[in-house]
């Protein structure tokens, strides 16, 4: 388990990018697989994106795949997400999240530390 926290979030217009980072105060997160997810009301949390320990193998949510980029910094201890060409579809709750392994996987059950959250909001 470790504390995450996310931030960067905000109101964009149609077209336009955000950069969400996810930090980990006083913790590590050198040897977990990171992820994104995302979650609206009355709707189940949606795979992002996800990023392997060493940062060499990434993962992408079709409905983001050449939009958005996951990236991770190992020494500073934190992971980010470029989103470019943001959709009104992209308007959520962005959520970080560490999984219990090195490799990640895309599933909400298999990450065991999540962030509060960031609301992403995009107006069309």
């Known amino acids: 388990q470790v504390q995450l926290v996310e931030s960067g979030g905000g109101l964009v217009q149609a077209g336009g990018s955000l950069r969400l980072s996810c930090a980990a105060p006083g913790g590590r997160i050198g040897f977990f697989g990171m992820a994104w997810f995302r979650q609206t009301p009355g709707k189940e949390r949606e795979f992002v994106a996800a990023?392997?320990?060493?940062?060499?193998?990434?993962f992408y949510g079709d409905s983001v795949k050449g939009r958005f980029t996951i990236s991770r910094d190992n020494n500073r201890n934190t992971v980010t997400l470029q989103m470019n060409n943001l959709k009104a579809e992209d308007t959520a709750i962005y959520y970080c999240?560490?999984?219990?392994?090195?490799?990640?996987?895309?599933?909400?059950?298999?990450?065991?530390?999540w962030g509060p959250g960031t609301q992403v909001t995009v107006s069309s």
């Open positions: 999240a560490a999984g219990a392994r090195p490799d990640p996987t895309t599933r909400p059950a298999d990450f065991g530390s």
């Open positions: 990023i392997n320990w060493l940062g060499g193998a990434t």
